[in-house]
């Protein structure tokens, strides 16, 4: 087992360092030389089909699921389908709309969690089309879904998802830019830039995990809390789901993720003096709510840390303590912003010695429902 973490102490550190090459492998052969399009050999359906869907659901659990609502956001912007993101726990036992003229996409690392496997089949009875986005080749889902593409993150052995994460992201992203060519929903130079600002994500994860330290300083500071809160608005939300789930999952801290938003409605309620809140700020379009946001928590007295882009010269006046990661389109600020959470995480849980690769209660694939 040693040798399989080559050198790393645990299978989860050794696969956030693994997050640069994985989605350049999520990406390769999928962009086109010039950058102008995305590449989608491997989806056999034509063009008239892909014109034709009126809604898609995004179906998965866990991870995956958070995935998922990035996806909805990229799906919605760019190529203008409406988007439905469900647990598949949930979805199979309700009574989804479905015909001919939907798309449901499922999303799973293993291909094998039973939920989603039964939701695929749900979908498909109902007469959807179904297209599996997942990392292991020939796995049930990618048997039984009409279409699949696979993320090629390598694989994934530590409980707690990371890379099987952010190339799912990447794939979500490729699939969104792919319809609007379709659709052509979006300009050509915007596709361009965005295929431009895709390509700098790997050496930009790369550069995050090259200073971890100040990261493994909050995690040993706030490690003993009972209680994290992660806020943010729009895919900064979707975000601060996964960072908080990373949490609970490996360090066993209670933490809660809202849009920061909604904290008014209630969970404002819990922020105290010295509860430490993760305020991610990446979303340019909603920057100034957001800093309303971090000022109602910091009025409580709350401990704020900042998860920024490198090029925001403001958001140190409003928080106690700043991560900045490089600066992006803020549609691909997910992908970074989500490595200091995970590292955060570990390195939580290696704090109160918790078994990081195996947490108590929870497995990598749950193969019952
Ligand atoms: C389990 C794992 C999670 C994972 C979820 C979905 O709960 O512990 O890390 O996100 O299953 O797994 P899948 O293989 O379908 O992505």
Known sequence: EAAE??????????????????????????????DSAIVMDEL????????????????????????????????????????????????????????????????????????????????????????AVTNVVGSSIAREADQVVYTWAGPEIA?????????QLIMMFMLSLYMSEIKKTIEKDYT????????????QIHE??????????????????????FIGRSLDYAVALEGSLKLKEISYIHAEAYAAGELKHGTLALIIEGVPVIALATQESVYEKTLSNIKEVKARDAVVIGIALANDDQIEKYVDHI????????????????VPLQLLAYY????????????RNLAKSVTVE
């Open 323 to 338: 991560i900045k990661v490089p600066t992006t389109d803020e549609l691909l600020a997910p992908l970074l912003a989500v």
């Open 192 to 203: 361009k830039h965005l295929i431009g600002a895709l390509r700098q994500v790997p050496s």
């Open 208 to 229: 995050i995990l090259e200073d971890v330290e100040p990261i493994k300083t909050f995690a040993q500071k706030y490690g003993f809390n009972e209680d994290v809160f």
């Open 159 to 167: 409980v707690a998802s990371t890379k099987a994460y952010t190339t």
């Open 348 to 359: 939580a849980a290696i704090t109160r010695g918790c078994d990081v690769d195996k947490p």
């Open 44 to 131: 056999k359906w034509n063009k008239e089909f892909l014109n034709s869907i009126r809604k898609i659901f995004i179906v998965a659990c866990g991870t995956a699921y958070h995935a998922g609502f990035v996806g909805k956001y990229y799906i919605e912007k760019l190529a203008r389908i409406p988007v439905e993101v469900d647990i598949a726990s949930e979805f199979r036992y309700r009574s989804p709309i479905i015909d001919d003229r939907t798309l449901t996409i499922v999303i799973s690392q293993s291909g094998e969690t039973s939920d989603t496997l039964a939701a695929l089949k749900e979908a498909k009875r109902l007469g959807s089309k179904t297209l």
């Open 5 to 34: 973490k080559g050198g790393y102490e645990h299978f989860m550190i050794k696969e956030i360092y693994e997050q640069s090459k994985a989605v350049r492998e999520t990406m390769s052969a999928r962009i086109a030389k010039d």
